[in-house]
């Protein structure tokens, strides 16, 4: 019989996608695939926050509070940051970026 | 019953982010990262928070990454998937990752995590709702503005710009 998932089976799983965002974050040349990868990072922490109010701490719901935020702020985050592709884009006809280097001389 | 359903959901999750983050065709990896946050979705309902399930559904899948499927067909040439998508750092970061997630882990291992000894709020959605407008109420109309600047900021950032006089 497998075991039932416990708090630290949800953390485990929240370190797994935050490994995998830091690898993408840190491989990706294309500026959309390092988004995608920022989104895998937010969604470990908010796994990790749901899992801490429903074993940890469960009056008053703090965690999914926090969640809730995380997820306003991702948005955001998504909003302003496809924008910049875009403009990026825009201005040098591609989105690599270890071609993007024209702050550095 | 309900941990088989944990184990498929994580397994799918976590495979799907590794497809995120290795395959070669961004447009699949923005495919798998719907993938990836069903399942967060499902982990969601498992731990009680049915709403957050619901939001994660509506924002992530729903509107983040249909915004950057948008931004990938407007920038990106899907015919030419020759295009080299990772950089020459894959080595140095699998180990770094490496090191990173042993160390985590065995950091979670170790740790004696607190049990809490209450039980989640019945009326889950019901409490959520006053938490937000009572204890958190600051937090929630600064998350407002922040929402509301990022959007004029959008706007602004990828507009055309006008020749002046024309």
Redesign the interface.
Known sequence: M????T???????G??????????L?????A??I???I??LF?AA??NF??F??????????G??F???I??????????G??????I?RNFRG??V?KINFMKW | M???V??VL?IV??VS??M??TLKN?FH??LF?VL??FS?AG??V????E??AG??VL??VG??TI??I???M???QLSSGS?????E??KS??V???I??GL??AA??KTA????T????KH?IF??GR??LS??VI?FEV?SI??L???I???I??RQERQEGS
Do not use: C
């Not at chain 1, 497998?2 to 998932?5: K, L, Q």
């Open positions: 497998i075991a039932e998932p708090l630290l089976h949800y953390l485990i799983f370190a797994v996608l935050f490994a995998l965002g830091i690898f993408g840190l491989t990706r040349r294309n959309v695939g988004l995608m990868a989104e895998l969604n908010a796994v749901v899992a109010t429903k074993f940890v701490a469960p009056d008053g719901l703090a999914q509070v969640t809730i935020f997820i306003t702020v991702a948005a955001a985050e998504a909003a302003v496809l924008a910049i592709v875009i403009l884009y989105i690599e270890d | 309900n941990s088989g944990f184990y994580a999750g976590a982010a590794l995120v983050v961004i990896s923005a990262l990836t946050l967060i982990l969601y498992l731990l009680g928070a709403f957050l939001v994660q924002i992530y509107a983040i915004l950057m948008f931004a990938i407007l920038t990106y295009i080299k998508q990772v950089n750092q894959v970061a699998t770094i990752v490496l990173f997630f985590s882990l979670l291992l995590w607190p049990v809490g209450a039980d989640l709020p889950n409490e959520l938490q937000l204890t958190y937090p998350v922040v929402l600047v990022a959007l900021g959008a706007i950032i990828s």
